[in-house]
């Protein structure tokens, strides 16, 4: 075994897990799950089947990735965040069939306590911030707060937001070319 689980977690048969990863207290990662290097699944932490996490993720406590949730390479997962995979859920009827797919790329930050609607892709960098429900695509680079979430500015790779329009130097070195509607790197 190349990753560690503590006694209590729950790592069904099947599940392909990278090397370095660790998996803490009563965490259950399902069988079908691929799970790249380097992860960390905080306490209480459950991985379906149908789920694909790229290297370097980091879930932290009391989060649900359900099926038909991909996560790519560093993507942070705040505490008790969300994830959805039917849109009109109900207890009377079954919509395995309809589960929409939730993309979060590189390098997003997902804060605590946020709600992911399913369908949704989260652009790379992108800042999701702590309580904020996310109900459509987010661009990568953005800064998003609030319920609904709403774009309120524009965030460096670092984590640092950025500030102004046309070419934008971070702190960390950084150079990004910013307008109304797109943030890329430079």
Not at 110 to 122: M, P, Q, R
Not at 145 to 173: D, F, S, T
Request: proline fraction near 3%.
């Amino acid at each position: 075994m190349s990753y560690t689980a503590h006694p209590t977690a729950i790592v069904d048969d099947g599940a392909k897990i990278g090397e370095g990863t660790r998996v803490w207290h009563w965490a259950h990662i399902c069988g079908g799950a691929q799970i790249g290097e380097r992860c960390s699944f905080g306490q209480n932490v459950f991985v379906g089947n149908d789920v694909v996490i790229g290297n370097n993720v980091k879930v932290q406590n009391n989060v649900s990735v359900y099926d038909a949730v991909k996560l790519d390479d560093d993507v942070f997962c705040g505490p008790s965040m969300v994830f959805t995979n039917v849109y009109n859920p109900r207890s009377a009827i079954t919509r395995k069939n309809e589960y929409r797919k939730t993309h979060v790329c590189r390098g997003a930050t997902l804060g605590a306590n946020s709600t992911i609607i399913c369908g949704t892709t989260i652009g790379e960098y992108a800042f999701i911030g702590a309580g904020a429900v996310v109900n459509r695509d987010v661009p990568p680079y953005a800064l998003v707060l609030g319920v609904p979430a709403k774009q309120r500015g524009w965030m460096c790779k670092c984590g640092i937001q950025l500030e102004g329009e046309g070419r934008v130097h971070c702190e960390c070195g950084l150079n990004y070319q910013i307008n109304a509607t797109t943030c890329e790197q430079l």
